[in-house]
Each structure stands twice: as C-alpha cells, then as structure tokens.
C-alpha cells in the first residue's frame, strides 16, 4: 500500500488527524456500510477520541475541499460519515480481522507516525529559527538600522533627482 495514497486521505478535522470512513472501507476493500456495521456493533471500543461521526456542516465543508459536490440520488451517503483517529483505526484491528484489513491497518499506522514525525521535525526546526532570530536580532539591531537608514536616505536622493525643477532658468548662451 503507498504511503502518499494513504497520506492523501488524513483530514485535519477538529484538531485531529483522521481517515474518514468511506477511504477506510475503500482501502480495506469493502463497503462503507459494512465497515460502519462492524464499528456499531463494537461501539464499546469507539471511545470519543478514537472516532467521531462528522456534522452535516463539517461534511459539507470537507467534500467542497475535495471538489466532489456533484448532486443527485445516490451520489453520497445521507448519513454522516465516520472519522476515524490514529487510536480508532487501531482499534479497528481488532473489530476487523481478515488479512486485507490488517496489511492496511499496518501501512495506515505508518503513515499516521510518518506524519507525526515530519510535524514534529517541522515544529523542532521552526524553534529553532525563531530562537535564532531573537539571538541574533539583538545584535544586529545597530546594523539594521543604519542599513534601513541608507536605504531611506537613497530614496529621498532619487525622489530629489526625479523632482522637476521650480524657479527662473538662465538659458545658458553657446557661441
């Protein structure tokens, strides 16, 4: 299973990173309905932070992202769809246990981790640059100013340069 397919369907939804429960069905290679039966059957496993099913708003929303509003009967589920956390599709290991499902529950995890570990380095190196800007701010504040100082006054010149002129002029006599 590609890591950039899966990547491709975790969705920043409420704060969290999620896989909705139409890509986990099409990824396990089953319906979403049945996939929805297996959770509500095992409901006691689904935790609040390990699934949560979408308002029609939040849906709405999410579906005009990935440009899919086609209308018409059949298109898209009158139910809410499930979004699933890195914790609820775990849980779905053990709720669905055929060989498909636990290769895609393998790939999925790691994709999970491989986005958490490319955050955090992002955050880390984000820090750091802040950190390094504070440091070296403070002393170059002397530089910057005289820099921005000269900048201005190369203006005001060219500005002088660009003013025409006011006053009596002397024709200048040649021989």
């Known amino acids: 299973m590609q890591l950039q397919n899966i990547q491709s369907k975790i969705y920043e939804i409420r704060g969290q990173k999620v896989i909705l429960d139409f890509d986990l069905a099409m990824l396990y290679e089953t319906e979403t309905k049945r996939l929805k039966e297996a959770v509500r059957r095992n409901a006691n496993r689904f935790q609040t932070d390990f699934m949560f099913e979408l308002t029609r708003d939040e849906y709405n929303s999410l579906r005009s992202q990935f440009a899919s509003l086609e209308k018409g009967r059949g298109k898209y589920s009158k139910f809410n769809p499930f979004a699933f ?18 290769d895609v529950n393998i790939s999925i995890m790691r994709a999970f981790v491989f986005i958490r570990q490319y955050s955090l380095s992002h955050k880390e190196l984000t820090d750091k640059l802040q950190q390094l800007e504070k440091k070296y701010n403070k002393q170059f504040k002397d530089v910057y100013e005289a820099i921005n100082f000269l900048l201005q006054k190369k203006k005001d010149e060219a500005d002088f340069k660009d003013r025409k002129k006011i006053g009596f002029k002397q024709k200048e006599e040649t021989d």
């Open 85 to 102: 956390t890195e914790q609820g599709v775990a849980m779905l290991s053990s709720v669905l246990t055929s060989d498909k499902a636990i």
